[in-house]
């Protein structure tokens, strides 16, 4: 490689250093979840963590009892995404309205799998069976 050649190809190196910090998904999903997955990615993650765990993050976590449909119905959960709130932006512009409901199938998927149960705020030790 010539100098300059090697300049360009550090500047390119940096820029996609500089482009790629949004939040990867760690945790696979079954196929037809993963366009929610790939969408939730793309526009919450950044504030909502990857996995939407939202851990080290600005936003709650949504994988929290808090956020079950139960406590949080899929209508808020849709007018939360498209209207935002004081501290959240709304996502309007980014998502179509089925690329908001793939989202919300995805995070209702998430919090089944990851076995949450609702109503119970700290974390209980003895779990009667
Ligand atoms: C720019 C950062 C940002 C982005 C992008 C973002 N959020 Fe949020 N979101 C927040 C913040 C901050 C809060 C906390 C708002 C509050 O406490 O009022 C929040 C709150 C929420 C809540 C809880 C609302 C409540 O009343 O407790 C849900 C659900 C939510 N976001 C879903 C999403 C989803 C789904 C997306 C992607 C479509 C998304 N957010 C994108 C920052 C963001």
Redesign the pocket.
């Known amino acids: 490689m010539t100098q300059f050649q090697t300049y360009i190809f550090l500047v390119a190196v940096m820029l996609i250093a500089l482009t790629s910090c949004t939040p990867k998904p760690t945790i696979s999903v079954p196929a037809e979840f993963e366009s929610g997955q790939n969408h939730?990615h793309r526009?919450?993650a950044?504030?909502?963590g990857a996995d939407a765990l939202g851990k080290q993050t600005?936003?709650?976590g949504?994988i929290d009892p808090e956020?079950l449909f139960e406590n949080?119905s899929d209508e808020e959960?849709y007018k939360?995404?498209v209207e935002g709130?004081?501290?959240?932006?709304p996502?309007r512009n980014k998502?179509s309205d089925p690329e908001v409901a793939e989202?919300i199938k995805y995070?209702r998927y998430s919090q089944n799998s990851a076995n949450l149960i609702v109503g119970e705020d700290e974390s209980d030790d003895d779990e009667d069976e």
């Open positions: 939730f526009v919450c950044n504030c909502h600005r936003a709650p949504l956020y949080f959960m939360q995404i709130s004081d501290k959240m932006p996502q998502l989202i995070i």
